[in-house]
């Protein structure tokens, strides 16, 4: 598939699954939330926890920051590895 003209932001695109495709997104935050803290317990200081496979960014003030599967590497170009030198 070829490249749109358009590009669509992070709102924009928040914004029409909210109203076009009728999803709670705030009843999503909250049960994600929920779940996250569930995850994290009573521990503070956290970077990081995996909900379902999942690794999500703990920054300031308790802010979920970001997330990204777990177990995948993340994109961008690769190394190639190193032959062994045969003893």
């Given at each position: 598939?070829?490249?749109?003209?358009?590009?669509?932001?992070?709102?924009?695109?928040?914004?029409?699954?909210?109203?076009?495709?009728?999803?709670?997104?705030?009843?999503?935050?909250?049960?994600?939330?929920?779940?996250?803290?569930?995850?994290?317990?009573?521990?503070?200081?956290?970077?990081?926890?995996?909900?379902?496979?999942?690794?999500?960014?703990?920054?300031?003030?308790?802010?979920?920051?970001?997330a990204w599967q777990q177990n995948n590497p993340?994109?961008?170009?690769?190394?190639?590895?190193?032959?062994?030198?045969?003893?």
């Amino acid at each position: 598939m070829k490249k749109p003209r358009h590009t669509v932001s992070d709102h924009a695109l928040l914004r029409y699954m909210e109203r076009a495709m009728q999803l709670d997104v705030e009843t999503l935050r909250r049960e994600l939330g929920h779940r996250i803290d569930q995850a994290t317990g009573d521990l503070t200081g956290m970077n990081a926890v995996i909900v379902d496979g999942v690794r999500f960014a703990l920054g300031d003030n308790d802010v979920v920051t970001t997330a990204w599967q777990q177990n995948n590497p993340r994109p961008g170009p690769r190394r190639p590895r190193r032959e062994r030198a045969e003893e």
